[in-house]
């Protein structure tokens, strides 16, 4: 079998979490690879050569974008450089539009084919880049049936291979709901991956556990820290010392089932929480110029992943100005409620409904290894 060459770009720590399940199944069916590209931990562990890591890409939104433009356009010269002298037979690329569709267009003038496997969320934001995806994309793979019919309405052929993050947790589901204990509850506070995300949640959301704690309702508050971040970037960010709070790197598998309720960044996190039927408040910061922006492009009445696929308001939102300590608190609070706790858990099931069952990494380096073979169809 003749050896393949490819560049994969995931740039994000979900993208790290699913191309390194891509790669490992298509290992599978394609023993002879040579992967390079960005990336994290999870496909360096699989073999692939880091140009960057992610945790050089840890930055959010238009105006956090605009301050890092000289590194973005040192690290996509650097990618198209290498891309034409290796000419590469195929690129995967993972969401990241606003980085990974500029890729694209670049690698399509270079006679490169295209892979996207993680649909950017098009029918939410920017329908404007489907001229793009049909002029530049080759294979497209997406997670949810929605999506699937979304490209094919706007005349571009897309694969539904299923969400990987059933592959990664549907053996961890725990076979009875958690039940609340009134004043011992245990909370996480799930502030997202990128530093800057972080800064601007976690204060609110510490400042809101807080507010739990001196009410009597939490007992414990835990803090899920990503591995490319060290911890006293974290802790800088934590003003109470009386041991209830607790900073953990943790698989979201283990770590889900012991929550009773959490306050989740909005993202691929609040997916994964409603997968495990744990309640959930949804939160959303970002500075004025990017929220101000996303207000007027965005097509959907829900931020939260987990609303969007339920496709109804299984968790609370608190967007921007709306997400204050006291407000998330007073949501938090409800929440726990044993009662209320139970039945938002039977709610979230649908999520897993919604989700499907196991088996889309393989499903989609199946479609990945029939395009390396040049079995089109």
Known sequence: MTKKNILLIAVEVSADHHGAHLLEALKTLQPQLEVWGIGGDELQKQGMTLLYHVRQMSFLGVGEVLKHLPFIRQVMKAIKNRAQKDKPDAAILIDYPGFNLRLAKALKKMNIPVIYYISPQLWAWGRGRVKTIKQCV???????????????????KAQY????????????LPKEFKKVKPGKAVIGLLPGSRQNEIKSLLPRMVKSAGILIEKGAVEKVVIARVPHLHEDYYRQFLQATDGHFELVEKPMQHLLPELDAALVASGTATLETAYYAVPMVIVYHVNALT???????????????????????????????????????????????????????????????????????????????????????
Do not use: C
């Open 161 to 172: 291979v299923g969400h990987p993050l059933v592959d990664r947790h549907h053996q961890f």
């Open 291 to 377: 929220y101000w922006l996303g207000r007027l492009l965005i097509k959907v009445s829900h931020i939260g992943l987990a609303n969007i696929v339920a496709q109804e308001e299984i968790a609370p939102e608190l967007i921007q100005h709306e997400f204050t300590p006291q407000k998330a608190a007073d949501l938090m609070f409800k929440v726990l409620n044993p009662q209320v706790n139970e039945q938002l858990r039977k709610r979230m099931l649908i999520v897993r409904q919604k989700l499907g069952r196991p088996g889309a990494s393989l499903r989609a380096a199946e479609h990945v290894h029939r395009f390396l073979s040049g079995d089109l169809n």
């Open 138 to 156: 080759d294979l497209m793979l997406v997670l949810f049936p929605f999506e699937k019919e979304f490209y094919e309405q706007h005349g571009i």
